[in-house]
C-alpha cells in the first residue's frame, strides 16, 4: 500500500520517535529498536510506545464511529446475494448444454463438407491429370516422328521444325507439371530422351549458326532457349565450345613470357575475341539499339568466368607481389583491361552483373594491393631513412653557394626526401586504389624531414679554428649548412603545392570534400616546416655571434691601457672593434649577393644582439671609470686636507677621460662599420641606447 494513503494521527513532539517511522517500506522492528535505543532508554520507548498506542485506539474508533452507516448498508446489501446465485445456475447449465449439441452438429456437418470437398478434389486432379497425360502422349508422339526424321537438320525449314518441337516440348514440360499419376515417371523418362536428342540437334545448329554469324537464325535459336527456359544452357554452350578454346590458345604461361608487352598483349587478344567472335551474340543480347532478345549475358557468363578461370589456372603467377614494377604493369593492364570490359557493358544491368559477380570480385581481391604498398613503402622509405640518419658532415653540402639562387636544392637530404615525395605520386610506382595510403606516406616523409631538420640544429660539429674562420665565412661549415638547410626549406615549403597539384591530377573524383581535405593536411605540413625556419634562424644567429662575442671581451681591457701609462688622447679606434665584425663583414660579403634579404634579416638580428652585449660591456667600464675616479678624487682631498694645501685643478686631460673617448672613438667606428655593411642602424636594437651612454659619458 502506498504511504500516501496513511492517515496516521501524529505522536506528540516529546516522543522518542515520529509517526513516519512505521509507516517505512523497509520497516524493520529490530533496526528500529537499534536506531531508537541510541537516544532512549528501552523503558522510554515503552513508555512512549504505550502513549502513542493509546492514540491509535482512539482514532481507530473515531473511524468506525465516522463510517458506521457504511459499513451497516454493506453488509444489509449483500443478505439474499446466495439464493440469487443459486436461481442463475440451473438456466445457466441448460444454457450450456445446448450451445454445446449447436456446435458437435456444426462440426459433423463441417467435416462431412470437407470430406466431400476433398473428394471432388481429388476427381478434379484425377481428371486434370488424365488430360495432361493425354497431350503427353501426344506430344511424345509428334516430338519423336519429328526427331526420327535424320535428314531434317538439312532441310531449309529445320529452324521451323525445331520452333515446332520447341513449341511441343514447351506444352509438354507444363502438362508434365500437372500430372500426378504414377505412370508419368515412365513418360518423364522418354521426355528426357526426346530432350536430349532435341537440344544435341538444337545446340549443333546454333553453334553453326555462332560460326555462320546468321543473325536472323541466331536469333531464332535464342528464342528458342527462351521459350524452353535453357538461357544458362546456351551461356555454357558458348563458353565451353566457343570461347574456351579461343581463351586457352591465349592464356598460357609461353605467351606471358615470349611477348615484350607480357600480361598487355594477352588482354588485347581477349578483347579482340570479344569484339570479333562474339560481337554479334553482344549485339543481339546486349546492345540496346539493336537487341533482340533479352535475358542473356555472354560477356561475364560465357566470356568473363572462362577467361578468369583459364588466368587463375595458366597465370597466376601474375598476382605475386614480389617484383613491384612488374606487379604494377600487370596490375595497370589488369584495370584498363577490366575497363574495357565495363565499356562493353553497354546497360546499367549488364554493369551490375559485371561487378556483381562472385568470380569478379574474387579476382580483384587476388592482386595484394597492401602487400605491393608496404614494398613500395620500404623501398623509398629506406632511401630516405638512410640519408636522414647519416650524421651531419660537410659532404651533406653539394655543389657551390651558387645553388642558393637556384631551384634545386643544396643539401642532399632535402633533394632526396623531394625526389621520394615525387617518386610515389609517378605513374610506374602510384596506384588509384591505394591513395590514401600514398598520401599518408607522404606526409609522414614531411614530417620525417621536419624532425630530421630540428636534429640537425642540436647536433654537435667539430670546433673550428676561429683564425680559418675569419678570412671567409663561408669556410665556416656549420654556418654554410645552417644556411643551405634554412634555403632548402624555404625551398621545400614553396614547391610542396606543386605537390598538391600533382596528387590533384591522379584524383579520379574531384570532390569539394577530398580536395579541401588534402589542402588542409598539406597546409598542417606546410606550417610544421615553416616553424623550423625560426630555430634554424637561431642558430644562424648564435653561430654568426660567436665569431664576435669573444672579441668585445677586451673591452674591459680599455682601463688598463691608460692608467698611468701617459698615453696620447685616443682618435683610432681599437682592435677589437674591426675583430668583432670581420665575420660579419666577410659574411655579408659572401652571402648579400646571393641571398640579400635573409642576409640583411640576420645580420640585423645578430648586430641587435651583439649591440646589446657591447652595450653591457661599455655601462660596466664607464660605472668602473667613474667609481675608481670618484674614489682618486676623495684621496686626494683626504691628503690635501692633511698636507694642508689648497688642491689645484689638473693639468691636462686625465686617464678617465681618455678612457671614455676611447670608448666613443670604439662606439662610432662599430656604428660605422655597421653602416658600410649596408645596415641600418635604426633597424639594430640598442645602437642608440649604446652612443648615448659614451656621448652622456663625455659631457660630464
Known sequence: MSTDNINLPKAPKDLCFTELDFIQENFNVDTFLQEHKKNSKLETMRDDLGIYLKLLRSAMIDLINRDYIDFVHLS????????????????????????????????????????????????????????SLQHICKSLKKLSSILSLNTFLESPAKIDILEQAATEFSQLQFHVSRCKLDIIKDKQKESEQLEQSYMTHLNEFFLACVQEKNSVLLIRCLRIHVMLDKVKDAENLVKKEVVSPLVDSVVSMENLQADSLGLQSIYNRLLNILSVE????????????RCSVKGFNFLVNSFWIDVEEKIEQHIKCIFAPGDPVLFHSRYVATLEFLEKLEVECVTSDSLVALKGNAQYKDFLRKWSLPVYFQIRFQEIASTVETVLSESISPASVKGTLEILTQNEFSLHATRIVWESLQ???????????????????SLQICARYQTWSLAALKEVWPIENEVETLSKAKDSTKLNFLICLYKDLEKLIKILPSLLDIVQSQLKQHTPTVLKLLEDSLNEATKNLETVLSKVTEQIVFELLKHCVTHLKQVSDIPRLFRRTKRDVPTKPCAYVKNALTFLINFHA??????????????????????????????????????????????????????GSLSSESQGISDDEKIRIQLQVDVRAYTNMITDIEIVTANVRHVEELLHAVETAIKR
Do not use: C
Not at 562474339?278 to 539499339?289: A, V, W
Open 76 to 131: 444489509s446489501n449483500l443478505i439474499g446475494l446466495d439464493k440469487a446465485i443459486n436461481d442463475l445456475q440451473a438456466p445457466l447449465g441448460q444454457l450450456r448444454e445446448e450451445v454445446m449439441q449447436v456446435q458437435q452438429t456444426l462440426d459433423n456437418e463441417i467435416s462431412v463438407i470437407s470430406a466431400n470437398i476433398n473428394e471432388n478434389k481429388m476427381i478434379k486432379e484425377y481428371k486434370q491429370s488424365l488430360f
Open 278 to 289: 562474339l560481337k554479334q551474340l553482344l549485339d543481339i543480347t546486349l546492345h540496346p539499339d
Open 423 to 441: 617518386r610515389i605520386w609517378a605513374n610506374d610506382v602510384y596506384l588509384y586504389q591505394l591513395f590514401h595510403r600514398f598520401w599518408k606516406f
Open 590 to 643: 659572401d652571402y648579400k649577393r646571393l641571398i640579400p634579404d635573409n642576409v640583411n634579416y640576420w645580420l640585423e638580428l645578430t648586430l641587435s644582439s651583439l649591440t646589446e652585449y657591447y652595450l653591457a660591456s661599455v655601462t660596466d667600464v664607464l660605472t668602473s671609470v667613474q667609481k675608481t675616479e670618484e674614489s682618486l678624487r676623495r684621496l686626494k682631498k683626504i691628503r690635501d686636507k692633511s698636507m
